[in-house]
């Protein structure tokens, strides 16, 4: 079973800053490969392909592609709220439009930041799962529509 991370940790925070930017550049190198292979796609059909055989494949890929595309974007997304409450939590730091009185607000915050965090790591782990399967499920189905015009 996996351990959560304590974001209360000195340790885990000092090593956050490079945990966050490995995701970041993971899911930007995502949209970057889904937006070329769709580029490709196209260009290859506009270009290369006169008669296309197979053309059910292609449409599954470009279909997958942008599933992929727009999975990974979800997932920046809720990345960047994950960053956010990570840091509210280390530092502290009281909700929108309310200022710290007392210890007991200040702990009820901590758990409102834990309780958003897993939330939103729970959420970005489906997202990533979608934006990963798809990306490949789009380049297998591209790859059947290569060797289906390819063959002939």
């Known amino acids: 079973m996996e351990k959560e991370l304590d974001f209360t940790d000195e340790a885990v925070m000092k090593l956050l800053p490079e945990l966050f930017r490995q995701i970041y550049?993971?899911?930007?190198?995502?949209?970057t490969l889904n937006t070329g292979s769709l580029l490709i796609i196209?260009?290859?059909l506009e270009g290369v392909f006169k008669e296309?055989?197979?053309i059910f494949a292609v449409v599954i890929s470009i279909c997958c592609f942008t599933i992929s595309l727009v999975g990974a974007l979800i997932t920046l997304g809720m990345f960047i709220s994950c960053e956010t409450a990570a840091l509210k939590m280390y530092f502290d730091l009281p909700e929108e439009n309310e200022?710290?009185?007392?210890?007991?607000k200040t702990k009820n915050n901590k758990v409102n930041h834990q309780k958003e965090l897993d939330s939103l790591i729970k959420k970005g782990k489906v997202t990533e799962y979608i934006t990963m399967y798809t990306?490949?499920?789009?380049?297998?189905m591209f790859l059947v529509f290569v060797f289906l015009n390819f063959i002939d």
């Open 52 to 54: 296309p055989e197979g």
């Open 135 to 140: 990306f490949i499920a789009g380049i297998a």
């Open 25 to 31: 550049d993971y899911f930007k190198h995502m949209t």
């Open 99 to 104: 200022e710290k009185t007392n210890e007991e």
């Open 42 to 44: 196209i260009a290859l």
